[in-house]
T-cell receptor, first 115, second 113 residues
Framework: GESVGLHLPTLSVQEGDNSIINCAYSNSASDYFIWYKQESGKGPQFIIDIRSNMDKRQGQRVTVLLNKTVKHLSLQIAATQPGDSAVYFC??????????????FGQGTILTVHP | DGGITQSPKYLFRKEGQNVTLSCEQN?????MYWYRQDPGQGLRLIYYSQIVNDFQKGDIAEGYSVSREKKESFPLTVTSAQKNPTAFYLCASRALGSQETQYFGPGTRLLVL
């Protein structure tokens, strides 16, 4: 079946460093990918998304890279701040209208930023 | 103030009791979703609805029921048939069409007494 997984369950960085969170996916037909940030006890918050016809997309302090050859997705956070500490999830959406927008979520990576 | 609201924030269920979790959105989104999140795990889809008066089972629908009588509301009932209901429940919504992003509510934590 489809699966989305993360290479590292935890990541600790110093404030000001750049962070890279990785995600592997198995469904080569997936056409849309999203990164969410979830703080403790709260709902996931949309960070950035990317379609399969792109390999890079930038937002404010964040960049998502998509490597379809190796089915790998990464989230880069520049100048990481303590407020970035959270669990980060990647999710993929299968191709086509029959997928009803279903997202398959990874397990999540815990990012801890030390002052 | 637009967005998705869920209530209550915490809910306690007794053995054999049905409980209903509320989800409301004022984003004019067509599709709504319910997910369950267990500690250290990703989100799993319970039910989804793409239009009023229509809904479909997700991956773990057993022991749950939903209704979609209004576009802005998608309540989830956790029935007594759900033997392990303790979890964090998240509601999401999405505009149909080219918009793929699902936006989430703040969640309801359900605990069993």
């Amino acid at each position: 079946g489809e699966s989305v997984g993360l290479h590292l369950p935890t990541l600790s960085v110093q404030e000001g460093d750049n962070s890279i969170i990785n995600c592997a996916y198995s469904n080569s037909a997936s056409d849309y990918f999203i990164w969410y940030k979830q703080e403790s006890g709260k709902g996931p918050q949309f960070i950035i998304d990317i379609r399969s016809n792109m390999d890079k997309r930038q937002g404010q302090r964040v960049t998502v890279l998509l490597n379809k050859t190796v089915k790998h997705l990464s989230l880069q956070i520049a100048a990481t701040q303590p407020g970035d500490s959270a669990v980060y999830f990647c999710a993929e959406k299968g191709e086509g209208g029959t997928s009803y927008g279903k997202l398959t979520f990874g397990q999540g990576t815990i990012l801890t930023v030390h002052p | 103030d637009g967005g998705i609201t869920q209530s209550p924030k915490y809910l306690f269920r007794k053995e054999g009791q049905n409980v209903t979790l509320s989800c409301e959105q004022n984003l004019n989104h067509d599709a709504m979703y319910w997910y369950r999140q267990d500690p250290g795990q990703g989100l799993r889809l319970i039910y989804y609805s793409q239009i009023v008066n229509d809904f479909q089972k997700g991956d773990i629908a057993e022991g749950y029921s939903v209704s979609r009588e209004k576009k802005e509301s998608f309540p989830l009932t956790v029935t007594s048939a759900q033997k392990n209901p303790t979890a964090f429940y998240l509601c999401a919504s999405r505009a149909l069409g080219s918009q793929e992003t699902q936006y989430f509510g703040p969640g309801t934590r359900l605990l069993v007494l």
